[in-house]
């Protein structure tokens, strides 16, 4: 069985020992009726004002296996120059690709060459995209109006970077997929990419931008993070707890 933790409200009490009772209540659950499971849970930063208790309850938990990942995200206020909170390194990529010509677009449809892009640059780290294109623009299709997808191009409107975001409520937009293509990755066209969205966020009233994981198996990429970081993104855990006995 596969599930991904959705809300949690307390009612009267959000106390560190109410917290822990619930989660500790929970997987006695699951062990008693399923033999295996997986739960992936929201990063914490999805939790206001239980994090800190939720991440400590999740670390004591026993019998079963707690991996812990490294999500980042960060808030996107509507009164900032955004090309301002990024590094000084990137605010100079920015200029220069705006001077060479590089410019982005943004639509409402999965295209095949923006997939391409995107599985390009996964093998190029050795990771593949968890969907097929058939199956992301299936999804893509049914949640139309929740998708918006980003490209940058360069002054000979050659695809360079591309993103697959997800709009998950009035306040938050989720970066499904984001990448650039390997010829251009010493530009960093990336970069002029999530300035891009990050706009998208200040004009549509998004207040957060979730940038997804940077670790895999609670195996942090370095470089991956160390991207994010310097776009403005800030580390959350995110935990999934399993059982294979």
């Not at 596969?2 to 500790?24: M, P, Q, W, Y």
């Not at 939790?47 to 004591?60: E, M, P, V, Y």
């Not at 998950?168 to 990755?185: A, K, M």
């Amino acid at each position: 069985k596969r599930s991904t933790f959705g809300h949690i409200n307390f009612i009267g009490s959000d106390a560190s020992e109410h917290v822990k009772d619930c989660l500790d209540l929970f997987v006695q659950y699951l062990l008693a009726n399923f033999k295996t499971f997986t739960v992936k849970f929201p990063p914490m930063f999805y939790f206001q004002g239980i994090a800190s208790h939720l991440n400590d309850a999740l670390k004591q938990l026993n019998k079963i296996s707690v991996i812990e990942d490294c999500y980042q995200s960060r808030m996107i206020s509507s009164d900032v120059d955004v090309i301002q909170t990024l590094s000084r390194t990137n605010r100079r990529i920015h200029r220069r690709l705006e001077r060479s010509g590089h410019y982005v677009c943004e639509n409402d449809h999965l295209t095949c060459e923006g997939y391409a892009l995107l599985a390009e640059n996964r093998m190029s780290r050795n990771v593949e995209l968890s969907l097929s294109y058939k199956a992301l623009y299936s999804q893509a299709c049914q949640l139309k109006d929740y998708f918006r997808f980003f490209e940058t191009r360069n002054k000979y409107d050659i695809l360079c970077a591309y993103a697959v975001t997800l709009r998950l409520s009035s306040d938050w937009l989720y970066v499904f997929y984001w990448g650039e293509t390997t010829l251009e990755r010493k530009r960093s066209p990336v970069v002029m990419l999530a300035a891009e969205i990050m706009l998208y966020c200040q004009q549509e009233g998004i207040q957060r931008l979730d940038a997804g994981t940077s670790s895999i198996s609670g195996e942090l990429d370095q470089t991956l993070y160390d991207f994010k970081r310097r776009l403005g993104f800030i580390p959350s855990s995110k935990f999934t707890v399993s059982n294979f006995s």
